[in-house]
């Protein structure tokens, strides 16, 4: 157990639909990032967030929208899902300074 | 803008020999992190290795270890008495201290026995 925990594991939805994907961080981990993997691909950064703030944006579709929680939990919001849209999505968590992330076991997001 | 290129889309190693994977990235900033993620087939992100850009000295971890040259902006990493285990993705990445890391394509390590 990495100590970032994702939910739900498996996902299978139908074209058009709405998904919300549930991070929560390691333990006093401030920062959250979102990935994307598609199949045999490497990962593309989606959205990073410390402690409630948007901190930097990458190529995320205007679709897909995110949020930090007071909690520090973070949710990751899939909309007018499209096929291409399947993947295998990672949330990661870090502290200060960059000594690495702890990522999730990640949710895999079939769309159908 | 922060690039990372992995130019080995596919490697093998017979177990119990050594391996080099290399990685080649861009960047303007002068203080920076860079790492190398293991994926195995349960598709779990393992940080294998760290090596902060101002320390000279190459970070190593057991039998893994890296070449990092700053000015050829350079960093390899070397798997030594290479196990069965050690067949995964490896993904190299870079980052600023503060920022979003960047990740290369991948380079895929078959191990033989």
């Known amino acids: 157990d990495s100590g970032v925990t994702q939910t739900p594991k498996h996902l299978i939805t139908a074209t058009g639909q709405r998904v919300t994907l549930r991070c929560s961080p390691r333990s006093g981990d401030l ?8 199949l045999d691909q490497g990962l593309q950064f989606l959205i990073q967030y410390y402690n409630g703030e948007e901190r930097a944006k990458g190529n995320i579709l205007e679709r897909f929208s995110a949020q930090q929680f007071p909690d520090l ?4 919001n899939l909309s007018s899902l499209e096929l291409g849209d399947s993947a295998l999505y990672f949330c990661a968590s870090s502290g200060t300074g960059n000594y690495g992330y702890t990522f999730g076991s990640g949710t895999r997001l079939t769309v159908v | 803008a922060q690039t990372v290129t992995q130019s080995q889309p596919e490697m093998s ?5 050594t391996v080099t994977l290399s990685c080649t990235y861009d960047t303007s900033e002068s203080d920076y992190y860079l790492f190398w993620y293991k994926q195995p087939p349960s598709r779990q992100m393992i940080l294998v290795i760290r090596q902060e850009a101002y320390k000279q000295q190459n970070a190593t971890e057991n039998r893994f270890s890296v070449n990092f040259q700053k000015a050829a902006k350079s960093f ?18 870079h ?8 990740f290369g394509p991948g380079t895929s390590l078959s191990v033989i026995p």
Do not use: R
């Open chain 1, 31 to 38: 920062s959250v990032y979102w990935y994307q993997q598609s």
């Open chain 1, 73 to 76: 939990h973070s949710e990751l």
């Open chain 2, 13 to 17: 190693v017979q177990e119990a020999e």
């Open chain 2, 76 to 93: 390899s990493l070397k798997i030594s008495d290479s196990q069965l285990g050690d067949a995964a993705m490896y993904f190299c990445a």
């Open chain 2, 95 to 102: 980052g600023p201290s503060y920022d979003k890391v960047i």
